[in-house]
């Protein structure tokens, strides 16, 4: 028995060889789907999600061999191969983040530090070329999140409702923050947005405690939220990330609801 639930045959040590070679195949093809994408915070996202699976295996004690083979095969395929409609391998993105949290942490500092504190909403065709430059970083989502912060300021408390925020409110070209929490603060208000926050928490916090006692479905769909949540800090949440971090999240919290009862 690998859990409390759920047979032997659920346990990705007694998969079959040839099930197993399928799954590395389909992962492979996936990942590399996700390289063409360029799309630098799902690339984290996996990646962090992957390191704590390895870690959950190794200090509960369960087979880790093929987390470690899943790891290793993403690093490859992330730093050697160039996609299709970019040819620029996960380096390339590495490279830029971190030249770009050392700007904003540094020679930009200042720049950014009077963006934030002028109230006034700023369009990206209207900046100068130094304030662009700013802008364009993690592909322009840090204006969007400068002026979505602006737009909280306004009306913290109830918000603007679902679907209420246009792409000339933010000023940025987006209808959305790419953030999971500006976004819960903009749509629902800064104590709908904690209470939200708060729920997940709840959920992830004891599973985090209790990861011991997982079986199988349980930690997919801890480690898929774990994913999820860190996606969502960078993506438009409301059509990729939120609705399938909401199944996992259901399962998840079934999981746990269930304990008590059976």
Same mark, same amino acid.
């Given at each position: ?22 799954? *590395? ?10 390289? %063409? ?85 700023? #369009?990206?065709?209207?900046? #100068?070329? #130094? ?11 840090? *204006?969007?999140?400068? %002026? ?13 409702? *679902? ?52 079986? %199988? ?18 993506? %438009? ?26």
């Amino acid at each position: 028995m690998c859990g409390r639930d759920w047979s032997s045959d659920v346990c990705s040590s007694d998969l079959k060889w040839y099930l197993k070679i399928a799954y *590395l195949v389909s992962y492979v093809v996936l990942l590399l789907t996700l390289i %063409n994408t360029t799309t630098s915070g799902s690339y984290m996202a996996i990646f962090i999600t992957i390191v704590a699976i390895l870690i959950y295996q190794i200090i509960a004690k369960k087979k880790w061999s093929f987390g470690l083979l899943v790891l290793g095969i993403f690093i490859a395929c992330a730093f050697l191969y160039n996609g299709a409609y970019s040819n620029k391998p996960m380096i390339a993105d590495i490279e830029a983040i971190t030249t770009q949290v050392i700007s904003i942490t540094g020679k930009d500092k200042d720049s950014i530090v009077k963006l934030v504190k002028d109230d006034e909403i700023k #369009d990206y065709s209207k900046l #100068d070329k #130094d304030q662009k430059a700013i802008a364009d970083y993690g592909s322009r989502r840090l *204006l969007i999140w400068i %002026n979505s912060l602006k737009l909280i300021k306004q009306r913290p408390i109830l918000g603007y409702g *679902l679907e209420n925020i246009s792409a000339s409110m933010i000023g940025g070209g987006a209808g959305r923050p790419h953030n999971l929490i500006l976004q819960m603060c903009l749509f629902a208000g800064v104590p709908g947005a904690m209470m939200y926050l708060i729920g997940v928490a709840i959920i992830m916090i004891r599973g985090l405690i209790n990861f011991k006692l997982m079986d %199988n479905i349980m930690a997919i769909s801890y480690f898929a939220c774990f994913g999820y949540l860190i996606s969502a800090m960078f993506g %438009n949440t409301m059509y990729y990330t939120s609705p399938f971090f909401l199944v996992f999240f259901g399962m998840l919290y079934g999981k746990e609801i269930r304990q008590y009862f059976i």
